[in-house]
């Protein structure tokens, strides 16, 4: 079972296993809109959204979102990666093909780098990568970078919330399919 | 036959690098089995430098091959056009290739013609093309401006092939110190806005589902073949991450997602490094509109970080004589990706 599965819950994934999993997200999105409202609904779909978060700063701030008690959605699912600056576009494509609906990458505000320089490579790798996604059809708001301390628990929590919500109203991922569904 | 002035001062420098043991080998062009259509030809002796040709076809790119002499110590001599001397460049500020085992013969380019476009602009019957087409490419100096074929006038603009009408760089980068200048430099070229970035705008003016559907009718085409990336002179590593079975990046399978997958990695890997010679499109079997993708980077990154440089390489043939010349010429140049601003546009709160 896949990590899409596991966060749509058991119903999805018999479907999944019958239909593959982005065809049994679609039918579920749909199911889950208001004109099938009548029907017996299966699992609503629900969006997944992969965070790679930076040891340092990211992750420390996810930490102290834990300990302050403040609640986020259960739909992200957080990478820890040494420094933002790892995180390769790469991960970000296979991310998306492996089933996100969303992807964040997290690091240290600009000038707090724990290797003093990382997050500034990061910068500008997204600020044109994020440019290339919405060229080839991503939609503006799937893909998303922040800056997040490890003071900074409740900006953590808020930014999951709002990613979260943002990649609810764009529906399940269409663009970047994973390899099984694509003839 | 007669042969043109650049040709002439080609067979030339090229016989005496060769008799004097200069260099190994001569890259540049020879006639190929179609007229209009020369082939890279790679001279090791002196007694054949009489069968290099320089005319208004030789556009393909000749910097990669240079590559391919990585391993060794001799010399090779390349022809170099503007978009040629700029993959060297590259090549060299990448350290795969020292400038001092390089001898860059520079030729001033107008612009390369496209068969396909010269027998529409004047018009060929079908199975006209060879005869009329040798004779342009004997006939027309690279410079001219026009010429005359099947009756009609052609003008050279009309026969540019795609990224030549884009081209910025019709001589090679002064940074890379050419050893020998086969022709004058060519005049500067200016392309307009629109010539260089119309395709990637009326992209850009479509929502983002007509540029989904572009893109995904666009990648389903692809074959995988890995043309463009084989044929990209600034492809330039030793081992692609494409090529890794091991961590499996990349499948086997040929589909939607993995092509999608290929080509915006490729995409990243050119950008801020692409030199725009339009090899790729030419290579590409089912024609992918692949410097739209590109130029849409180039474009990017000119907004956000300023105009991308041209890599300058550390040192020149003035190194090459001191005694440390070995490390020299293996100079790192960094580019747009590489490096940074402090004071970079921040779109991330």
Known sequence: ?183 | MTVNAVTEKLRQTARDLLQSGQVGVVIGFEDGRFPGQPRPAFIRRAEDADRLVWNAFCGANLAKYVLDYRVGDGKIAVVAKGCDGAALARIIGDQQFPRQRLVVLAVGCPGMLDAGRVADAAGLPDGAWDAALAQVAAAAEPGADGFELNGKPVSRSAGLRPQCVRCRQPNVPAALEPDVWLSEPAPERHPSPDQLYGDVAALEAMSVEERGRFWEEAFSRCLRCFACRNVCPVCDCRECVLDDAQTRWLGKAVNLAENQFFHLTRAMHVAGRCVGCGQCEEACPVGLPLTVLYRKLSHDLEELFGPVEMPAPQEGKAAAGAAEGAAAGLEKAEWALTRFRLNDPDEFD
């Not at chain 1, 629900?46 to 701030?61: H, K, Q, R, T």
């Not at chain 1, 990666?81 to 093909?97: D, M, T, Y």
């Not at chain 1, 919330?161 to 609810?168: A, D, G, L, N």
């Open chain 1, 1 to 183: 079972m896949s990590i899409r599965a596991a966060a749509a819950g058991s119903q999805t994934a018999e479907a999944e296993e019958v239909l593959g999993p982005a065809e049994a997200r679609r039918q579920a999105h749909q199911a889950s809109q208001p004109a099938a409202a009548g029907a017996p609904a299966p699992q609503a779909w629900e969006p997944l959204i992969v965070a790679f978060c930076c040891n340092w700063c990211s992750y420390a701030g996810a930490d102290l979102a834990g300990t302050s008690r403040l609640g986020y959605p259960p739909n992200v699912r957080v990478i820890r990666v040494p420094c933002s600056g790892r995180v390769n576009p790469l991960f970000i494509v296979k991310a998306f093909q492996s089933g996100a609906d969303g992807v964040l990458v997290a690091g240290c505000h600009p000038g707090d780098c724990h290797y003093s320089t990382g997050n500034y490579f990061t910068r500008r790798r997204f600020l044109l990568f994020r440019r290339l996604l919405e060229f080839i059809g991503v939609e503006p708001g799937r893909f998303h970078a922040r800056w997040i301390s490890g003071s900074e628990g409740p900006k953590f929590a808020q930014v999951m919330t709002e990613i979260t919500q943002e990649v609810r109203r764009l529906g399940p991922n269409r663009m970047l399919r994973d390899a099984r569904d694509v003839q």
